[in-house]
């Protein structure tokens, strides 16, 4: 059974930190392109970080730089969203997406919430 399973969410106060993760099963995350998206209540999905399958480049949107970081470890099939400095507007349930030419794989997604 193909699956992607985030785990990792929870609350935490402004400045802390979470990591969350992302494992797939049934199937090997190597040469799948791995997004991380949030959906706010009331508001679109939006894309916060990805990574490439080839040479590991990454991507982050703008409200995000420099306070979360991507990874991933294809021999793990787990890729990782490092968020610190967390603010009380990252607040959303995350979502991660594995996408290569022909699959498009969603988790059931992981809420994270920063309130003090």
């Known amino acids: 059974q193909v699956q992607l399973v985030e785990s990792g969410g929870g609350l935490v106060q402004p400045g802390g930190s979470l990591r969350l993760s992302c494992a797939a099963s049934?199937?090997?995350?190597?040469?799948?392109?791995i997004g991380w998206f949030r959906q706010a209540p009331g508001k679109e999905r939006e894309g916060v970080s990805c990574i490439s399958s080839s040479d590991g480049s990454t991507y982050y949107a703008d409200s995000v730089k420099g306070r979360f970081t991507i990874s991933r470890d294809d021999a793990k099939n787990t890729v990782w969203l490092q968020m610190n400095s967390l603010k009380p507007e990252d607040t959303a349930v995350y979502y991660c997406?594995?996408?290569?030419?022909?699959?498009?794989?969603w988790g059931q997604g992981a809420q994270v919430t920063v309130s003090s």
């Open positions: 049934g199937f090997t995350l190597d040469y799948y392109a």
């Open positions: 997406n594995a996408k290569d030419l022909q699959y498009d794989y």
